[in-house]
């Protein structure tokens, strides 16, 4: 009998320990103390233009008390009327003429100025500064403050204005043209150095031809803002449809100052559709925009194409690899096109310089007139004004542009998301937001702030409508671009769940979007405070109305201590902007 011993068995494994939890294991994420800054930051700006906006003496009470003086302005206002043909026909010519040469002096000065600022052609670190602070300083400074000075110092006429408009547009331009400039391939760059090409073909062959379509919408965009702007250069000596606008309200003769506003409204919406044509033209390749004039092009493309017109907006020459044949181009349908408009953009220009009647003499005269001048406007001086009155007047400017800016913030969200394509809850709803933007974007703010001070008195009310209302066509329209370029993944992922139109927008597109709308809106605030400087000349309160009286007295000194606190501030906005928008990308 064998004996059998038993194997004790073998101690149990421990249970494993429970896995911690997904939320356990992901790390939390730390908000850091600079971003925490900018969300304070941002919170006491908001605080900043409501009680700029509770100031601003806006109510809607006041407002339907102020009909009764509406209907009697109209009233009074009767049938519109314009000036005699002839004098239309030539005042509309010379303001277009005048802009139009203000834009390209602008456009072509640009061009140095941000090879200068931009950081990988600049020749130095110094050069880069010299370049920033030019495109600050010429932005900062108002172009109405350039026309003063230049109606010193040259003839009356369109000189003073087509230099304030160039000089003033040169900020603009030169800062979003360097901004191109430091976002190319240094691809074909690097390829014409290592070949011997010189910085010139560098420029030339390698970086202009990327920039260049950047470089075309930013020089039309900015024409449109000048033609805009042109109205409240007549206030201070400015030849065309501005000057003749003020001296229709300032002898009360409203019926025709209205006419010429109408004038100008739609010379604002004609120009963006010519916009859109120039840029085909220019470009090649057809309209993508979703602007009025973009679609205007559009719709020409599809009706000329119904009636058996040859349209041919992507057009691409064939390579060829023969080197003869590539030398002698053929003349096809696309160079021909390609000759015509040049010919005809040069033939505007010379017109334009025509029509204006500029008097080249006194670009040689005027240095004799610069010491003398120079004496008037420096040092700067409050003259007989104390300091707490020009800084209370600044700091009123600054609310209106708080004010004005939240007001169009709040509109614009709704309108501009209603735009867009992926949030609108139909094509016909889309289409009015966007006409709505446009007739918005069309009325000169100056022309909308001349009619409520009429109807509502002088003072800040009417320049924080004005500037509200026309904030609404510039930031709706940025919000709804913005909008309509977000990643399309996480919307479609939410309707795939079956979230409502809201839940998507709330979830999905407004997270994405708020980087553009943090950045827009600080656009729009920079905008509004030079804005608010302008609209005070004609009485919408603030700094503006001692910048005028300061321009009419003789007190230049005055003029430039003005002109100091209004670039102060604007370099403390633009640091602002360029913080957040770092912080919050």
Known sequence: MSLITATPPAPSAPPPAPSPSIADRAPRRRVSPERIAAILALGAIVVASVIALADSGISIPSMIESWGNAERF???????????????????????????????????????????????TTPGRGWQAFGRFVTVLTRAIPDVVLAMVFVLMFSLGSLPGILAIGIHSIGMIAKLFADAIEQIDEGPRRAIRAAGGSKLQEFTSGILPQVLPSWVATVLHRNDINLRG????????????????????????????????????????????????????????????????DRVVRLAGRAGAKR?????????????????????????????????????????????????????????TFWAKVPEIAVQFWPPSFGNYDAATMFGAMAQTIGIALAATLLAFVVSVFVGSVAA???????????????????????????????????????????????????????????????????????????????SRGQVYASATL??????????????????????????????????????NAGQGSNYAVVTAIVLMILVTVLIVEGIAMWMRRVFK
């Open 74 to 120: 109209f009233a009074r206002v009767g049938t519109i009327t314009f000036p005699e043909p002839g004098e239309l026909v030539y005042l509309t010519a010379l303001t277009i003429g005048l802009v139009l040469c203000g834009t390209l002096l602008a456009a072509v000065i640009s061009v140095p100025i941000a090879y200068l600022a931009a950081s990988n």
């Open 230 to 293: 042109s109205v409240v250069l007549g206030y201070v000596g400015v030849v065309g449809l501005g000057m003749e606008m003020s001296f229709a309200f300032k002898s009360l003769n409203y019926s025709e100052g209205l006419g010429i506003a109408l004038v100008m409204f739609a010379l604002c919406v004609v120009m963006e559709i010519v916009s859109s044509v120039v840029r085909q033209a220019m470009l090649g390749g057809a309209p993508t925009g979703r602007g009025l004039g």
């Open 308 to 364: 058996g017109v040859e349209t041919t907006p992507v057009a691409r020459p064939a390579v060829s690899h023969d080197l003869d044949a590539a030398l002698r181009r053929p003349w096809d349908a696309v160079r021909i096109r390609n000759t015509v408009w040049g010919w005809l953009a040069f033939a505007v220009v010379v017109g334009s310089v025509l029509v204006c009647n500029i008097q080249w003499g006194d670009l040689i």
């Open 421 to 499: 394509r992926n949030v609108a809850p139909n094509g016909t709803v889309r289409t009015s937001m966007r006409l709505l933007l446009v007739v918005i974007r069309g009325i000169p703010e100056v022309i909308l702030a001349i009619v409520l001070i009429v109807i509502t008195g002088l003072g800040s009310q009417a320049g924080t409508l004005a500037l509200a209302f026309g904030g609404i066509g510039l930031l709706g329209k940025l919000i709804a671009d913005s909008f309509e370029e977000v990643k399309p993944g996480p919307e479609r992922a939410l309707r795939a769940t079956g979230a």
């Open 511 to 548: 997270p994405q979007g708020t980087r553009a709308l943090i950045g827009h809106s600080f656009y729009l605030l920079d905008t509004n405070i030079r804005a608010a400087t302008i609209l005070g000349i004609v009485g919408g309160g603030g700094i503006g109305y001692y910048l005028l």
